[in-house]
């Protein structure tokens, strides 16, 4: 079992930016790949940005692309996720999620909540 747990969320004014944080106990995640998703009110879940298991692969939802930074640090066994030039549409709960291999993701915090004012 992967317990994760997210810090960073926050209230911020547009054009601001936030670090949020994924620390993983139960088990290391040197081998899982790491994702953060957010979910917005009134929304379905979306995905925002995934990373590797070594951290030589990033992937990003298109509206974020140069905006948001996802990295890790495996010794710590943390999942970090930059956001810079925050957008009132950013405003959701961010949620760290972990998956082993080719699997869907199996392991999710209980997400942090990020507001962004206009």
């Known amino acids: 079992q992967v317990q994760l747990v997210e810090s960073g969320g926050g209230l911020v004014q547009a054009g601001g930016s936030l670090r949020l944080s994924c620390v993983a106990s139960?088990?290391?995640?040197?081998?899982?790949?790491m994702g953060w998703f957010r979910q917005a009110p009134g929304k379905e879940r979306e995905f925002v940005a995934a990373?590797?298991?070594?951290?030589?692969?990033?992937y990003y939802l298109d509206s974020v692309k140069g905006r948001f930074t996802i990295s890790r640090d495996n010794a710590k066994n943390t999942v970090s996720l930059q956001m810079s030039s925050l957008k009132p549409e950013d405003t959701a709960d961010y949620y760290c999620?972990?998956?082993?291999?080719?699997?869907?993701?199996?392991?999710w915090g209980q997400g942090t909540r990020v507001t962004v004012s206009s």
């Open positions: 139960g088990r290391t995640i040197s081998s899982y790949h």
């Open positions: 990373i590797s298991w070594s951290g030589q692969s990033t």
């Open positions: 999620a972990a998956r082993f291999g080719s699997s869907w993701y199996d392991y």
